[in-house]
Nanobody, 115 residues
């Protein structure tokens, strides 16, 4: 079992920045990748960014060049640095971990970008 706890969401003006954090506890040794998804009202949940244990990253086209995912293995924490935020980035952001062929999810943190 893996538990994920997110923090760092909030309200920011367009063009601003936020950093999301996700701390993993439990059977962290079986985690092979961690990432962030988001879900806006009335839309499907979508991948924002992901990082593997080997440090390979991938991003949604809509956030490339603006968002950066990173991982602190010592603290079992993954971060999402979000710069140049746009109103269309407004969503609930969920941390995700792939471990033991299962997907684990955090409770979500809300990000609101005002125009």
């Amino acid at each position: 079992q893996v538990q994920l706890v997110e923090s760092g969401g909030g309200l920011v003006q367009a063009g601003g920045s936020l950093r999301l954090s996700c701390a993993a506890t439990g059977s962290i040794f079986i985690i092979v990748a961690m990432g962030w998804y988001r879900q806006a009202p009335g839309k499907q949940r979508e991948l924002v960014a992901r990082i593997t244990n080997g440090g390979i990253t991938n991003y949604a086209d809509s956030v490339k060049g603006r968002f950066t995912i990173s991982r602190d293995n010592g603290r079992n924490t993954v971060y999402l640095q979000m710069n140049s935020l746009k109103p269309e980035d407004t969503a609930d952001y969920y941390c995700n971990a792939i471990a033991g062929a299962r997907a684990y999810w955090g409770q979500g943190t809300q990000v609101t970008v005002s125009s």
